[in-house]
């Protein structure tokens, strides 16, 4: 087959659902050629917006991705206290009392749903539901630990560890759960990615056959997607980098590996692997990459860089042996920073 005839990642699926922070923006920032490619994609699929942050509206989100160029409105975006509300019915009767640590995004939505906000454990509380803010004080999760003594439920939004911004990761959700769960001893339920409630939603909200979902972190997006059954791209704008790819649990692995939004329409190459006892081989177009026992090393770049991160990620996932346990060879070490430049 021609290299021009291979499908592309937008080609794979009729309803394109993306991530944002990491893969549409960074903090107020868009990232590069991430507007443009949605546009794009905007003009033949159905394309929605799924976000763990729990800190603001849907339309808030709407607001920001329209004054970056994507003329979205708050239907096209799905947030995690939305999918909250999915848990929430199946733990607790409507109507009932909830603690919230968290700011308006999550506050506005469950008010909207007929659920009554309390701000202590001395009003008893029926369950406890955790979400990012900002402005998230030691007092809120006292409050909470208080109340979840009693053994009532317990819903977070998601469990993200870090948030991507501006100056770099700083403390998400998870991060801020984690000191409530060191204190109760115990887990949350989660509606956020990696979880399946949100990805329910989504669908819901945007119906269709094939959906391709893409991400930047292999834990929890790539992961979620895969949980789904929906197709996953990783982009490397975000959190998670070629390392991580090739560490990644057989659940969390990626269908398609993206430099940035601008491979959705290229190309994208499927992945040939041979074996000979001990000798592994991988191709990815005309990019080549080998092991000889535990040894990895390039054989070929190819014409499009990013192929030879494809064919060392197959050819990782394909081996015996841990990636940890992997020696790469300096001239493909040097190919794969080469190929996200």
């Known amino acids: 087959m021609a290299r021009d005839a291979h499908p592309t990642p937008l080609d794979s699926a009729d309803v394109i659902l993306s991530d944002l ?29 799924l976000t763990n942050n729990a800190s603001r509206l849907a339309a808030d989100v709407a607001e920001q991705l329209t004054t970056m160029g994507l003329g979205v409105d708050a239907d096209d975006v799905v947030t995690s206290p939305q999918a909250t509300l999915l848990l929430l019915s199946r733990v607790v009767e409507p109507g009932t009392s909830l603690l919230v640590v968290g700011g308006p995004g999550l506050t506005t939505v469950l008010q909207g749903a007929g ?54 990761l700083a403390p998400g959700n998870g991060a801020i759960v984690a000191a409530v769960r060191a204190v109760v001893n115990r887990e949350p339920l989660v509606a956020g990615k990696p979880e399946e409630a949100i990805f329910d939603a989504a669908r819901e909200r945007f119906p269709g056959s094939r959906w391709l979902f893409i991400g930047d972190q292999v ?15 990783l982009v490397f704008t975000g959190i998670s980098q070629p390392q991580d790819a090739f560490a990644a649990h057989p659940d969390a692995r990626p269908d398609f590996i993206l430099r940035d939004l601008r491979d959705l329409t290229l190309p ?50 394909e081996h015996a042996a ?8 300096t001239e493909l070490h040097d190919a794969i920073i080469a190929a996200l430049r």
């Open 21 to 49: 922070d990491g893969v549409v923006y960074r903090g107020a920032a868009p990232i590069p050629h991430a507007v443009t490619a949605l546009n794009a994609a905007r003009e033949t699929k159905t394309v929605g917006f």
């Open 115 to 168: 659920y009554r906000l309390v701000r202590t454990a001395d009003e008893h509380p029926d369950a406890v539901v955790q979400g990012f803010s900002p402005h998230v004080s030691w007092n809120d999760l006292a409050e909470a630990a208080y109340a979840l003594a009693s053994g009532i439920p317990w819903v977070a939004t998601n469990l993200d560890t870090a948030l991507p911004l501006e100056r770099g």
């Open 219 to 233: 834990d929890t997006d790539i992961r979620g997607a895969n949980r789904s059954g929906m197709s996953s791209a």
């Open 268 to 317: 994208y190459p499927p992945i040939r692997l041979t074996r000979n006892g001990k000798f592994l081989k991988s191709a990815a177009a005309d990019a080549v990459v080998a092991a000889d026992g535990r040894r990895v090393r390039l054989v070929a770049t190819g014409e499009e860089p990013m192929n030879v991160i494809r064919a060392t990620a197959a050819l990782i996932w």
């Open 322 to 329: 841990t990636f940890d346990s992997l020696e790469l060879d």
